[in-house]
């Protein structure tokens, strides 16, 4: 059973415009939360992360937004540029080890 | 952040045959080392971790003896995929991180570049 969930498979935006991107898990003990970025056939390259005991991080164009209560985090981007286009997985914490969920495929366009 | 670097970025091999991918830290001594794999528009899977100088921890349903993990210095892991088929045929990623046990509250992973693995 998948403990994190990307349930949007790609999305779209115009350049300059917000992307929004989710994430839902299943356990209410994870405490730590990451987004990562991912560019074809490269490694992942860490983006920004967020505590449990806040509901939002900000860190220049990225905000991270955590919804305890739902089991749900959400990445920002804004403005979204067409640099930003890649594969987005967001993965929470384990105790000796990170579960990622499926990723998001983003594409801004100019 | 940490520097760990993964050789060869690509390989194209018989069925049969068996490769071996490395992945080394370059500015740390990597105690721990993870195992991913991704197969096309999916997750990363968790495939094993490599503690320096002990055996791995294989993820359920991943074959020891197909994906075979050795960390023998604190700079080096390898992954050997014995026999390889077609359906091997993915991208691995490594990752390492300098310190055994559990994950620091605020730790985050740095991953190498990555292997894409093409089984004819």
């Known amino acids: 059973d998948q403990q994190v969930k990307q349930n949007s498979p790609s999305l779209s935006v115009q350049e300059g415009r917000i992307s929004i991107l989710n994430c839902d898990y299943t356990?209410?003990?994870?405490?730590?939360f990451l987004w990562y970025k991912k560019y074809p056939a490269e490694g992942p390259t860490f983006l920004i992360s967020?505590?449990?005991?806040?509901d939002k991080n900000e860190d220049g164009r990225f905000t991270v937004f955590l919804n305890k209560s739902a089991k749900h985090l959400s990445l920002h981007i804004v403005p979204s540029q067409p640099g930003d286009s890649a594969v987005y997985f967001c993965?929470?914490?384990?105790?000796?080890?990170?579960?990622f969920g499926t990723g998001t495929r983003l594409k801004v366009l100019a | 952040g940490a520097v760990v670097s993964q050789h060869p970025s690509w390989v194209i091999c018989k069925s049969g045959t068996s490769v071996k991918i490395e992945c080394r830290s370059l500015?740390?001594?990597?105690?721990?080392m993870f195992w991913y794999r991704q197969f096309p528009k999916q997750s990363l899977m968790l495939m094993a971790t490599?503690?320096?100088?002990?055996?791995?921890?294989?993820e359920q349903g991943v074959e020891k003896d197909k994906f075979l993990i050795n960390h023998a210095s604190l700079t080096l892991s390898t992954l050997t995929v014995t026999s390889a088929h077609p359906e091997d045929s993915s991208f691995y990623i490594c990752?390492?991180?300098?310190?055994?046990?559990?994950?620091?509250?605020?730790?985050?992973?740095?991953f190498g570049s990555g292997t894409q693995l093409s089984v004819l």
């Open positions: 967020i505590s449990s005991i806040k």
């Open positions: 356990n209410s003990m994870f405490d730590y």
């Open positions: 500015d740390f001594q990597a105690t721990t």
């Open positions: 490599s503690n320096e100088g002990s055996k791995a921890t294989y």
């Open positions: 990752s390492a991180r300098d310190q055994y046990g559990r994950l620091a509250t605020n730790e985050k992973l740095f």
């Open positions: 993965a929470v914490k384990g105790t000796y080890k990170y579960i």
